[in-house]
């Protein structure tokens, strides 16, 4: 009997090259005000929390088999305690990363109770949290009801400082989410949650923590989702609890980590790049835009449900960033083997 | 006595819960899926209902007559189009697709029928308005009424349906295991074609009573789909009488919860899910420990 | 003429190969034991005659048409029947509606309500219960008397006395005497070689997907038997 040898690789020479490439875009983004013109640089900030969103849904949706239709509860979460951190006296850009912390905070128990709930029953679950949330934080009276209020903390700084420090927030953010969701994917819980994706009760009877993964996952959505939310403030100004906690979020989310590529790294980015296009170009035609969107996901969730990303990594094997494992078998007369 | 009024009210409301949840909760029961483009087929529903009392000037029920059949059908077609090949893709899958069709749905008819806020109440004549006074303080409209009886004989009607005929039975048995029903001549695929279309006529009388009792217009769809999930939800997922005792104990919590604050009316709707919710999943332990009974120390 | 004729069947579970090529005939009124230890592959064999697996390649031919490409439900209404492992009732309905459900969907025949409750007159008293609620030996009977109501001509029966007493499987057994008599052909998948020669006018043993041996029933005993089921006639024919 020939004895098969292999050896198990992370890096390919593709992901290598690839990884090279991202460091050098990540580089040029990171001088961005620099080089770009102030409409470029303030648009690269959008695409930043589209980005954020794209992989937040993805963590949940793609990873942990936990498709929400609420997540903009934590948008609206976290531009609502941007709010008030900042009218209590916290800086602006501090109080965007402490806001989305403490959205965390909340969503851990908050997750305890929906991850009770199964498939479309989360989905709406979320939904229904969203609505309250956003009626509660009506009540508010330093929001005014559906009037909303302003981010007047901005003020305080001239209006390019603000521009170029918000889009390095956004893009510090993006960078740090996107590095933990890969190390989350790298890691134990990466390869649990997959398995749970794939199949919950054999997950479960393997050893999988199946609960634990889903609440990381959860939480990390949360926290992301609320940052996004806190930046996107830091954009348009105004905080209107109609628009921050609207359920055409969930249209966007959904649209590009499936469009992208529903449980791949690198799918929800391309998402983002191309929902954001698309936003760019016919984004003025209003609804029937809206209903193109609704037209292209649920063509995606019915015929390509694995997105443009995972479709190219499986007819072509491409790999770009080692989320997983690759085999290689290693055959030194290079024949098959025979039993 | 306002205090029983808003109870008695809330029942009433709940009524119209009960036929609004209904489609989602058998849908559910049925095919496993909650659709979450249930609140807008609704409002579809009363917008072809609105376009035939304007386009005949006769009267909703009987547009009913024509507008059910056409939603049946529009069911049938939904599950061949997208429902069925959801199915077989997995569980995620039927949550994205049903949402896809819910965002075409909401912004078509936006396009079609404008923004503007629509009732069918002024085609029904008296029955808009006209109501029985018990006391005073309490009153039950006529129309109220008329849509609790119809979510009564709804329920009583599937239950029927689903315990005594042989297309019950098929559904039921689909219901249980479709990998089965194969087994011993039954195209499982054809059942929840049939199931859909009986869904859809449900979701089409509590439009056009949505459309009767309420303005609607063509983003109210969510919200009705939120007070459907909420209704199966408190009344236990894929039960047919808890479909109407939780679309009564939704009516009355939003009811009181109106008389409280004029916010009241939603919060109090979505906190009783809520503690339902925490009821379900940690009241369990606690009941079992106050049921058993203590040992006494020998 | 064969009823049934099966030609060079594959199937696979994803990259696991379950039924590796297999052929074999059979003509009405036949009964065919199968036997082989568990994951040879039986359970597919039957599942992918019924249609209720799709087979990677080969044939299934039913009384002289191709039926490789037919769902299962059209099969039924052509004649075979499945009584599936693990019995797989309806849990929340009741005998009677089980039973119901399949006449009203199956061939018509002679097989209807009466019929099946004279060839298993256990579950009269039954009829109205739940049946997730019966005992095993019950929960069987109406598995069968469900498969029967559909009137097949071919009938499968995979492991019929699986997590059954030997007092129910006794009974069990008793009722398809008469079934067995009436020259219905039938394929059954069962563990207890005894019983399996007993019931069978042939065996099929099956090992790792493949047959092992073939032959009459009544022309083979139990050591050569057991000596295929474990693939010991194989390490005799490659010994070193």
């Known amino acids: 009997m020939a004895t098969t040898s292999y050896r198990v690789e992370r890096w390919t020479r593709q992901s290598r090259l690839f990884a090279v490439i991202i460091a050098l875009v990540l580089m040029v983004l990171a001088i961005g005000p620099f080089i770009f013109s102030a409409d470029i640089t303030d648009r690269l900030t959008t695409l930043f929390v589209y980005v954020i969103l794209a992989a937040m849904w993805n963590a949940m949706a793609g990873y942990a088999g936990l498709v929400s239709i609420g997540n903009q509860v934590f948008i609206g979460l976290g531009g609502y305690f941007l709010i008030r951190l900042s009218d209590a006296g916290v800086s602006l850009y501090p109080a965007v990363v402490l806001a989305a912390l403490i959205v965390g905070l909340i969503a851990l128990p908050v997750g305890e109770l929906m991850l009770r709930l199964r498939g479309g029953e989360f989905a709406i679950g979320m939904w229904v949290l969203a609505e309250l949330s956003h009626f509660l934080v009506n009540l508010d009276p330093v929001i005014q009801g559906e009037t909303g209020t302003s981010l007047t903390a901005l003020n305080a700084y ?15 953010l993006m960078v740090v989410l996107l590095a933990v969701v890969f190390a989350l994917l790298r890691g134990r819980v990466g390869a649990g949650v997959q ?35 806190g930046v996107w403030l830091a954009t348009t100004i105004s905080f209107q609890p109609g628009t921050f906690f609207g359920i055409q979020w969930t249209a966007y989310m959904l649209f590009m980590a499936l469009v992208g590529g529903l449980g791949t790294f690198e799918g929800p980015i391309i998402g983002a790049i191309l929902f954001f296009i698309m936003e760019s170009w016919f984004g003025a035609t209003g609804v029937a835009y809206l209903i193109g969107l609704g037209v292209t996901a649920l063509a995606f969730s019915l015929f390509l449900p694995r997105g443009i990303w995972g479709s190219v990594e499986t007819r072509l094997g491409i790999r770009l960033l080692p989320v997983g494992f690759s085999l290689r078998l290693v055959n030194p007369d290079g024949g098959r083997d025979r039993d | 006595m306002n205090f029983l009024n808003q109870i008695i009210q809330g029942v009433l409301l709940g009524g119209f819960y009960a036929l609004l949840a209904c489609g989602l909760s058998f849908m559910f029961g049925v095919m496993r899926i909650i659709n979450l483009a249930h609140g807008s087929l609704a409002i579809l529903a009363a917008f072809l209902l609105m376009g035939f009392c304007n386009y005949t000037n006769l009267s909703p029920f009987i547009g009913l007559l024509l507008v059910l059949p056409v939603m049946a059908l529009l069911g049938w077609a939904l599950q061949f189009t997208v429902l069925d090949r959801s199915l077989r893709a997995g569980p995620l899958i039927p949550v994205l697709s049903t949402f896809g069709v819910a965002v075409i749905l909401d912004n078509s008819m936006f396009e079609v029928y404008g923004a503007n806020s629509q009732s069918l109440g002024p085609n029904i004549g008296n029955l808009a308005y006209n109501s029985w006074n018990l006391t005073n303080t309490i009153s039950i409209a006529q129309l109220d009424a008329l849509v609790f009886v119809t979510a009564v004989v709804v329920l009583g009607g599937l239950q029927i349906i689903l315990r ?61 789909l939120i007070f459907a999930f909420e209704t199966i939800v408190i009344g236990g997922l894929g039960s047919l009488w808890g479909t109407l005792v939780g679309g009564i104990v939704l009516g009355v919590a939003q009811n009181i919860g109106a008389t409280i604050s004029p916010h009241g009316f939603l919060i109090a709707g979505h906190l009783t899910f809520l503690v339902v919710l925490v009821a379900r999943t940690f009241g369990g332990r606690i009941a079992w420990r106050a049921l058993l009974p203590k040992r006494a120390a020998s | 003429m064969n009823i049934l004729s099966v030609e060079n069947l594959e199937c696979r579970h994803g990259l696991l190969v379950a039924v590796r090529g297999i052929s074999f005939t059979m003509a009405e009124g036949e009964i065919l034991a199968l036997v082989g230890a568990n994951g040879a592959g039986k359970t597919t064999l039957l599942r992918s005659i019924a249609g209720a697996h799709n087979p990677a390649s080969g044939r299934v031919t039913f009384d002289g048409q191709d039926v490789t490409k037919l769902r299962a439900y059209k099969r039924v209404a052509r004649g075979i029947a499945l009584v599936p492992e693990g019995r797989r009732l309806f849990a929340d309905m009741t005998v009677e509606e089980n039973l ?34 019966l005992s095993g030996g019950q929960q069987q009977a109406t598995a069968i008397g469900r498969a029967l109501m559909t009137n097949p001509r071919l009938l499968l029966l995979d492991e019929v006395s699986l997590g059954l007493s030997p007092l129910a499987v006794d009974q069990v057994y008793e009722s398809l005497n008469g079934l067995m008599n009436s020259g219905t052909t039938i394929i059954i998948v069962e563990q207890d070689l005894r019983r399996a020669i007993a019931v069978s006018s042939r065996i099929i043993c099956m090992l790792e997907g493949a047959i092992a041996l073939e032959g009459a029933s009544a022309a083979l005993d139990r050591e050569v038997i057991t000596a295929a089921y474990f693939g010991l006639h194989r390490q005799t024919d490659t010994a070193p």
Not at chain 1, 158 to 172: L, M, Q, S
Request: glycine share 10%; aromatic share 8%; charged share 20%.
């Open chain 3, 100 to 133: 119901r459900v399949a006449g009203a969907h199956g061939r018509k025949g002679t097989w209807d309500l009466p019929a099946v409750l004279d060839a298993f007159p256990q579950l009269k008293p039954k009829l109205k219960a739940r049946s997730g609620d």
């Open chain 1, 158 to 172: 001239p209006p390019v400082a603000a521009r170029n420090d918000t889009y390095w927030v956004g893009f510090v």
């Open chain 1, 195 to 229: 398995a749970i994706r794939d199949d919950e009760v054999a997950a479960a009877s393997v050893g999988v923590k199946v609960h634990a993964g889903k609440r990381i996952m959860f939480v990390l959505a949360a926290i992301g989702c609320a940052a996004a939310g």
């Open chain 2, 164 to 224: 005594y005929t042989a297309l019950g039975r098929t559904i039921r048995a689909t219901a249980s295991d479709p990998a089965v029903v194969d087994l011993i001549g039954v195209n499982a695929r054809m059942v929840y074609a049939a199931a859909a279309a009986m869904a859809m006529v449900m979701i089409g009388l509590a439009g056009a009573f949505l459309a009767m009792r309420n303005s609607f217009d063509p983003y109210a769809g969510g919200p009705q």
